[in-house]
């Protein structure tokens, strides 16, 4: 708040996909006081939505894939409990610094929506809307072949550092999702998410 003066010009966000540009009216020791114009949709939101659904990672790869996933565009993260997952559960602590990740970096990059960050589930019971695809090595399509099954509205579902098993995979092909290859070579469990959206994301942008 130091760094902010009266007069200063501003665009506000509601975290939800609107802004309204604004002046900065009063600095003092409770907050930063704004007066506002007309909210309009925002422009830096892309014109597709796509929900990533890694699987749990160890460390911080999972704030990782939070934080350059928002920066694409993505909309909504809803991890997976995968067998070969070496995190066995998302704790309430660690949910709540992936949604604080999500916020600070909406906020960095211009976004006026702030991804839900969901609570994590089992592979049986992800649910998702529209397409959805499955990051497979032994796929028979490429990422190319499959990109546009969902249209404007995608889920794409990826693996822990261990890999699916044969299990998982043919369960979420039942219940109608298309098996993709990521190029040639082996991605690293929080690269391949990322990979999945800057791929599809940015190719529905001019």
């Given at each position: 708040?130091?760094?902010?003066?009266?007069?200063?010009e501003?665009?506000?966000?509601?975290?939800?996909?609107?802004?309204?540009?604004?002046?900065?009216?009063?600095?003092?020791?409770?907050?930063?006081?704004?007066?506002?114009?007309?909210?309009?949709?925002?422009?830096?939101?892309?014109?597709?939505?796509?929900?990533?659904?890694?699987?749990?990672?160890?460390?911080?790869?999972?704030?990782?894939?939070?934080?350059?996933?928002?920066?694409?565009?993505?909309?909504?993260?809803?991890?997976?409990?995968?067998?070969?997952?070496?995190?066995?559960?998302?704790?309430?602590?660690?949910?709540?610094?992936?949604?604080r990740?999500?916020?600070?970096?909406?906020?960095?990059?211009?976004?006026?929506?702030?991804p839900?960050?969901?609570?994590?589930?089992?592979?049986?019971?992800?649910?998702?809307?529209a397409?959805?695809?499955?990051?497979?090595?032994?796929?028979?399509s490429?990422?190319?072949?499959?990109?546009?099954?969902?249209?404007?509205?995608?889920?794409?579902?990826?693996?822990?550092?261990?890999?699916?098993?044969?299990?998982?995979v043919?369960?979420?092909?039942?219940?109608?999702?298309?098996?993709?290859?990521l190029?040639r070579?082996?991605?690293?469990?929080?690269?391949?998410?990322?990979?999945?959206a800057?791929?599809?994301?940015?190719?529905?942008?001019?």
């Open positions: 708040m130091l760094r902010v003066r009266p007069g200063a501003v665009v506000a966000f509601d975290g939800r996909g609107s802004e309204a540009p604004g002046r900065v009216v009063e600095v003092d020791g409770d907050g930063v006081w704004l007066e506002l114009g007309e909210p309009t949709a925002a422009t830096t939101e892309p014109a597709r939505a796509l929900t990533l659904a890694p699987a749990l990672l160890k460390g911080d790869k999972l704030a990782d894939v939070v934080r350059m996933g928002t920066e694409l565009g993505v909309v909504a993260f809803r991890p997976v409990l995968a067998r070969r997952c070496d995190v066995r559960e998302l704790s309430p602590a660690r949910l709540a610094r992936l949604r990740v999500a916020s600070e970096a909406a906020r960095q990059s211009g976004r006026a929506l702030v839900a960050v969901h609570e994590a589930v089992a592979v049986g019971d992800l649910a998702w809307e397409a959805a695809v499955v990051a497979d090595l032994g796929a028979p490429s990422w190319r072949e499959a990109a546009d099954l969902g249209g404007d509205r995608l889920t794409a579902i990826t693996g822990p550092e261990g890999g699916w098993t044969p299990q998982e043919a369960a979420l092909e039942a219940r109608g999702a298309t098996r993709v290859r190029g070579r082996v991605l690293r469990a929080e690269t391949a998410p990322v990979a999945m800057a791929a599809w994301l940015l190719a529905g942008e001019a």
